[in-house]
């Protein structure tokens, strides 16, 4: 007997009530096999070209495998430490640009800032507040941060955990599709489908975009001589997965810079600002169009509710999980979109319900159905006591056995 659909749904939302609970009771400790099989989603393609250029998937796994520890290890030795310490001068530096940039309105514009106003006060405050205690910040940062993705976790749980999930990736996904609802299995399969091709496109898409603008703004900003260059552009291409606040924030932060660092020297103010006009043009004309694309269905101010809610709800393990979230409720959204457009609910008109199935009636002569029954008894019959033969030699066996 089907199982009505109502029922269905009730069990299945029982089911993802439960899987988000366990997300908010489990917490940190499941947040390295969550890294880890997100890595894992992201390298399969990789492995799969391996395997098609000939490489057998041990050996495709264990290529990238290596190949992701040295990029690691490269940005770790040769990247972190000048972030780390760009940042740390950066806020060190920023109680004396803001105290310069109040100096120069104060003397351009008396009016919108008067030597004992509210707002020239307020200014030089916050500059004295920043010199005395974001150090003290950027340091409980950084070192929270460290606590919650341990060295542990980066260094052994992750990559074991990705290392063996990208070994059996394909196995683990056909074994998925055969546990699927026979009933709905096509369509799962579909939005299973679409929800791939939207989070593999956003963020395999993205972060190349990521990389191609961090690389141009760090360069690029390091060769003008910025201080601080390095670090600005990162952050700017770490932001830029939401249009317009990576170059806005990089931007406003490097031309603050400039100001401070070549005031009187308005060419490399200006090739400051070149750099980043140069980026947001690659990046909305070609970069975005041409990597991304638009099909991916994950829209900026989406983004922002997701990393929000989920960050709430699950603290830093929610955020890392709302991107693929808010990609899989984009894709069921649309989905159930088109079913009520479809529905009476919209249209305003009930379909007709579909037809029953027809029945079929065969005329045979008179006793075939006690017939049929009566040979099936017999060959049921037939097979219970051959299968009683079978056990009684197989005793027979295994006590000769035993007795030699």
Same mark, same amino acid.
């Given at each position: =007997?089907?199982?009505?659909?109502?029922?269905?749904?009730?069990?299945?939302?029982?089911?993802?009530?439960?899987?988000?609970?366990? =997300?908010?009771?489990?917490?940190?400790?499941?947040?390295?096999?969550?890294?880890?099989?997100?890595?894992?989603?992201?390298?399969?393609?990789?492995?799969?070209?391996?395997?098609?250029?000939?490489?057998?998937?041990?050996?495709?796994?264990?290529?990238?495998?290596?190949?992701?520890?040295?990029?690691?290890?490269?940005?770790?030795?040769?990247?972190?430490?000048?972030?780390?310490?760009?940042?740390?001068?950066?806020?060190?530096?920023? &109680?004396?640009?803001?105290?310069?940039?109040?100096?120069?309105?104060?003397?351009?514009?008396?009016?919108?800032?008067?030597?004992?106003?509210?707002?020239?006060?307020?200014?030089?405050?916050?500059?004295?507040?920043?010199?005395?205690?974001?150090?003290?910040?950027?340091?409980?940062?950084?070192?929270?941060?460290?606590?919650?993705?341990?060295?542990?976790?980066?260094?052994?749980?992750?990559?074991?955990?990705?290392?063996?999930?990208?070994?059996?990736?394909?196995?683990?996904?056909?074994?998925?599709?055969?546990?699927?609802?026979?009933?709905?299995?096509?369509?799962?399969?579909?939005?299973?489908?679409?929800?791939?091709?939207?989070?593999?496109?956003?963020?395999?898409?993205?972060?190349?975009?990521?990389?191609?603008?961090?690389?141009?703004?760090?360069?690029?900003?390091?060769?003008?001589?910025?201080?601080?260059?390095?670090?600005?552009?990162?952050?700017?291409?770490?932001?830029?997965?939401? &249009?317009?606040?990576?170059?806005?924030?990089?931007?406003?932060?490097?031309?603050?810079?400039?100001?401070?660092?070549?005031?009187?020297?308005?060419?490399?103010?200006?090739?400051?600002?070149?750099?980043?006009?140069?980026?947001?043009?690659?990046?909305?004309?070609?970069?975005?169009?041409?990597?991304?694309?638009?099909?991916?269905?994950?829209?900026?101010?989406?983004?922002?509710?997701?990393?929000?809610?989920?960050?709430?709800?699950?603290?830093?393990?929610?955020?890392?999980?709302?991107?693929?979230?808010?990609?899989?409720?984009?894709?069921?959204?649309?989905?159930?979109?088109?079913?009520?457009?479809?529905?009476?609910?919209?249209?305003?008109?009930?379909?007709?319900?579909?037809?029953?199935?027809?029945?079929?009636?065969?005329?045979?002569?008179?006793?075939?159905?006690?017939?049929?029954?009566?040979?099936?008894?017999?060959?049921?019959?037939?097979?219970?006591?051959?299968?009683?033969?079978?056990?009684?030699?197989?005793?027979?066996?295994?006590?000769?056995?035993?007795?030699?």
């Amino acid at each position: =007997m089907r199982i009505p659909i109502h029922k269905q749904l009730m069990w299945w939302g029982v089911a993802a009530v439960a899987l988000l609970l366990a =997300m908010w009771l489990l917490g940190q400790a499941i947040l390295p096999f969550i890294l880890g099989a997100g890595v894992a989603y992201l390298l399969d393609p990789v492995a799969d070209r391996l395997e098609r250029a000939g490489l057998s998937r041990v050996m495709s796994v264990v290529v990238i495998t290596v190949g992701a520890v040295l990029a690691f290890a490269a940005v770790v030795l040769l990247i972190v430490p000048v972030m780390l310490r760009q940042a740390t001068s950066l806020i060190e530096t920023a &109680p004396a640009m803001i105290e310069q940039g109040r100096l120069f309105l104060s003397a351009r514009f008396p009016e919108l800032l008067p030597a004992d106003g509210s707002i020239g006060t307020a200014l030089t405050d916050l500059g004295a507040a920043m010199g005395e205690q974001m150090g003290t910040v950027a340091s409980r940062l950084l070192s929270s941060v460290g606590g919650i993705i341990s060295a542990i976790a980066i260094l052994v749980i992750v990559p074991v955990v990705a290392f063996y999930l990208l070994l059996d990736w394909d196995h683990l996904v056909d074994r998925v599709d055969t546990l699927l609802p026979r009933e709905h299995a096509p369509t799962l399969r579909r939005i299973a489908r679409e929800i791939d091709e939207a989070l593999s496109g956003f963020v395999r898409g993205q972060g190349l975009v990521m990389l191609i603008l961090g690389t141009w703004y760090a360069f690029g900003l390091m060769i003008v001589g910025l201080p601080f260059g390095f670090f600005i552009g990162i952050m700017a291409a770490l932001l830029s997965f939401i &249009p317009y606040v990576g170059v806005l924030i990089g931007g406003a932060t490097a031309i603050g810079v400039a100001l401070f660092s070549f005031w009187g020297d308005p060419l490399w103010i200006g090739l400051v600002i070149a750099i980043f006009a140069i980026g947001q043009v690659v990046e909305g004309n070609y970069l975005q169009p041409k990597i991304v694309g638009h099909h991916v269905g994950l829209h900026p101010v989406w983004l922002l509710l997701a990393l929000s809610v989920f960050g709430a709800l699950f603290g830093f393990v929610g955020m890392v999980m709302a991107v693929p979230l808010a990609a899989a409720l984009g894709v069921i959204g649309r989905f159930l979109t088109q079913r009520y457009q479809d529905s009476a609910l919209f249209t305003g008109q009930a379909l007709p319900p579909d037809p029953g199935q027809p029945m079929l009636v065969e005329i045979v002569p008179q006793g075939t159905v006690a017939n049929t029954i009566r040979e099936a008894r017999i060959r049921a019959d037939q097979n219970r006591a051959q299968g009683q033969i079978e056990m009684m030699r197989e005793e027979i066996a295994r006590r000769h056995s035993e007795a030699e």
